[in-house]
């Protein structure tokens, strides 16, 4: 029978403790199924993987099966090992260690568009602090078929497994430089013939009637401030995308993909 005085003698439901998360995310570590497969597809060397004892998912057994075939280690854990390893909480039964990921340069995403016969097509994300961001602007990036990112190594996220997870395996196929500073690559892009357009609210132009047929950078902006007044400085044009709602700004991934699109859908005319 029902006790109606239970909460006043200290019964009360104890809330869920939360699984803990490791204080600092490093750059070898990658989460989730999507990611893990495309990490081996691409030949990306794996050097552990830990996988969820006891699973007997067939897709997951797959998996293991074939990150032992690249020469990894696959260790068994108990999920709760995987619950406090896990920076994105959401493992999916599997987590591996790599190598950091390879960083490129601005010279080596050229050199990609020049490989394929195209004007190059750039994104330069200036200090964005959400991976979930970075994350999406890779996967969108590399759907749309650009040649690199460039972020830079300081107030900026990483390559990390929260943003390999967020691009579902996009970010061990796109060329992403990381520079000292970020001006300083817009200006060597320049000297190479690159188009800089920067995104704002208030922006010059319309999105629509910026040319982005030719050798172009699209800058994406900090999610809290936009883009810094010395990024703004060097970009040759500031574009606005069209604002139709009550809501004045977009999601940094969202604008990005937005803008990568309207230069796929210029280039194929």
């Known amino acids: 029978m029902y006790d109606k005085d239970r909460k006043d003698r200290g019964y009360r439901r104890q809330p869920r403790p939360e699984a803990p998360v490791p204080a600092e995310e490093t750059e070898g570590q990658l989460e989730g199924r999507n990611a893990i497969a495309e990490a081996l597809k691409s030949g990306r060397t794996i050097d552990k993987l830990f996988i969820a004892s006891g699973d007997t998912d067939k897709n997951l057994q797959r998996l293991a099966a074939q990150a032992k075939d690249a020469g990894a280690v696959i260790v068994p854990v108990d999920r709760r090992k995987l619950d406090a390893m896990s920076f994105t909480r959401s493992h999916q039964g599997v987590i591996a260690l790599a190598a950091a990921h390879d960083y490129y340069t601005t010279d080596d995403i050229l050199e990609e568009a020049a490989s394929r016969g195209e004007a190059p ?53 796109m060329k992403v430089a990381r520079v000292t500073n970020i001006s300083a690559a817009m ?31 699209v800058v994406i902006g900090n999610e809290g401030v936009g883009m810094s007044q010395l990024v703004r400085k060097n970009c040759d044009v500031i574009v606005s995308v069209p604002m139709k709602g009550r809501i004045s700004s977009l999601n940094a991934s969202a604008a990005a ?7 796929v859908r210029q280039r194929l005319g």
């Not at 890779?138 to 967020?166: D, M, N, Q, Y």
């Not at 000297?191 to 208030?202: N, P, Q, S």
């Not at 993909?257 to 230069?263: G, V």
Request: one cysteine or more; aromatic letters at 6%; hydrophobic letters at 45%.
């Open 187 to 217: 200006q060597e892009l320049k000297e190479k013939g690159v188009w800089i357009f920067g995104t704002a609210a208030e922006g010059a132009i319309p999105m629509y009637q910026a040319d982005l047929k030719g050798p172009s950078a």
């Open 121 to 173: 097509l750039i994104v330069i994300c200036d200090e964005l602090s959400d991976p979930h961001n970075l994350g999406a602007i890779l996967r969108s990036a590399e759907c749309a078929g650009a040649h690199g990112v460039i972020i830079p190594k300081r107030r900026s996220v990483g390559l990390t497994a929260t943003v390999a997870k967020a691009s579902a395996g996009a970010m061990e196929y």
């Open 257 to 263: 993909s937005i803008l990568l699109y309207e230069a």
